[in-house]
């Protein structure tokens, strides 16, 4: 076996809690290497496929570097706040404080490296600052930093397995074998595990998530199998947070089975979802987009056929954002474009949103307002309610789209502390590992507020370089960093 050891920071995945702590890391003079598995032109892990970061905008250093957010005060505590209450108070309040505490020094850090934002708002219907880039571009952006400072990335590099020895005494990890071009390498150094979760797992998400989860499309990297977890646990690291929970967001219908990116057709809270049966199945209007879309898509899926049918009519179609493939299906009646769609109850389809109609005021579309939760609600009588922005579907032509759902990441992962150390089931830290991004659990239960995932990955994965230059790890052969602070 091939031994590689003048890297001063091994780090498992090139996705953006990988990229951040290659960042760090070679800021700090580490020497990092990154080992991506996927190919060059598949780079970026899920962060490929993705649009959006959250930010607190109050007190931002955005606005010196030319940025403007479109809310400009959204703080920190309401930030911590959306956490908390998306994942019902199960969040570790303490990695909650410490991801908000860093983001907005973390996404000024990311500016000054040369990301490039899109301030305006993705869509209406957002009510809190967030920032925009396409993934594909943040994941170029930061590999050229990382590359430019001194720092490698290695492709078709498969992570199989920790290296474990004892160093003064003391068991630790120094490094990590991979399989590259059919051979072992062996990289040796501190390890951060960045390497996402087990989402692209077929086998996998049956065992986590039930029966047809091996169907589900996976919006990014079909890469994700969850082996950089897997050695973490098998190195002592102790299981947390929500295993049978995932970010699993509302896609087009027709999206494809791996790398289709965002694919969704937002909007869908202002109007009408139906299933096969022809009926409405959950309260489209319960919360902004924002903090429903990751939800609701589990909630699809597991409709029959694993589809559903979105219908609006003239008025409201202005207020859809369709991002997949599927073209619109359009009629005169309600039970055409349903029947069209391919719906068993199209009939059954058109009495639903007949019945919706009626229970929407009538002065509905007078009080709709896109961007606010505008409390205009349908009768009470209606179930499920439609709880915001009810107003009736009665201006054809109609037009339809299928909808499923699609998973992004997963919710279980290794325990870490908010020094991105992994912990063991005694709540010690394991020398010489480390984890960021969604690779540990803890943070994400049932929902997770938009933009969060990038935001966490880029702040521990930050936090994850420092904590190892500060500790000057004995395991380094590439030299051991002094003392650093946040801000160096």
């Not at 800021?27 to 649009?51: A, F, M």
């Not at 009736?392 to 998973?407: A, E, F, S």
Request: charged share 25%; glycine share 12%; hydrophobic share 35%.
């Amino acid at each position: 076996m091939h031994v590689i050891d003048n890297h001063g920071l091994v780090v498992v995945g090139c996705g953006m809690a990988g990229l951040a702590a290659g960042l760090r890391a070679a800021e700090l003079g580490l020497n990092p290497i990154l080992l991506e598995k996927s190919p060059c032109d598949e780079r970026g892990g899920q962060t490929r496929y993705v649009q959006s970061f959250r930010a607190p905008s109050a007190d931002s250093g955005l606005p010196d570097r030319g940025y403007e957010f479109a809310v400009d005060d959204y703080t920190e505590q309401d930030f911590y706040d959306d956490i908390m209450h998306q994942t019902s108070d199960k969040a570790d309040p303490e990695m909650a404080r410490r991801l908000v505490d860093r983001s907005s020094e973390t996404i000024e850090w990311l500016t000054d490296h040369g990301v490039d934002w899109n301030m305006e708002p993705l869509h209406v219907g957002y009510t809190v600052a967030r920032t925009f880039i396409e993934g594909e571009d943040l994941v170029d952006t930061l590999v050229a930093r990382v590359v430019e400072l001194g720092g490698t990335v290695v492709y078709d590099a498969e992570a199989r397995d920790l290296r474990e020895d004892e160093v003064d005494g003391q068991r630790r990890i120094t490094g990590v074998e991979a399989i590259i071009d059919g051979e072992y390498v062996a990289y040796e150094g501190p390890v951060v595990i960045a390497g996402g979760g087990y989402e692209s797992d077929e086998r996998k998400r049956t065992i986590y998530y039930g029966d047809g989860y091996d169907e589900m499309p996976v919006r990014g990297s079909p890469y994700n199998d969850g082996r950089p977890v897997d050695m973490a646990l098998e190195a002592g690291a102790e299981a947390v947070g929500q295993w049978s929970g995932a970010h699993m967001s509302l896609i087009d219908g027709n999206s494809p089975p791996a790398r289709g990116g965002a694919n969704r057709i937002d909007g869908y809270q202002y109007v009408v979802v139906l299933n096969h049966d022809g009926e409405r199945f959950v309260d489209e209007g319960q919360d902004a987009r924002a903090h429903t879309y990751a939800r609701f898509g589990r909630l699809f899926f597991e409709e029959e056929d694993h589809e559903v049918f979105l219908i609006a009519d003239s008025r409201t179609e202005e207020y859809l954002w369709p991002q997949g493939p599927s073209d619109p299906v359009y009629g005169d009646t309600v039970a055409e474009v349903l029947n069209e769609l391919g719906c068993d109850s199209p009939d059954q389809g058109a009495e639903t949103i007949e019945a919706y109609n009626e229970a929407c005021p009538d002065d509905g579309f007078e009080q709709f307002d896109p961007e606010h939760l505008d409390g205009t609600s349908a009768d009470e009588a209606l179930s499920p309610s439609k709880s915001n922005w009810a107003v009736p579907l009665t201006d054809p032509p109609y037009v339809g789209y299928p909808l499923t759902g699609g998973i992004t990441f997963a919710f279980g992962g290794v325990a870490a502390d908010t020094d991105a150390r992994v912990l063991n089931d005694r709540e010690e830290a394991i020398p010489g590992l480390y984890a960021a991004g969604n690779s540990v659990g803890g943070l994400f239960y049932d929902n997770y507020p938009g933009g969060t995932g990038l935001m966490n990955a880029a702040v521990y994965g930050r936090i994850a370089a420092e904590t190892v230059a500060e500790e000057g790890e004995p395991s380094l052969s590439g030299g051991a960093a002094g003392e650093v602070t946040a801000d160096d």
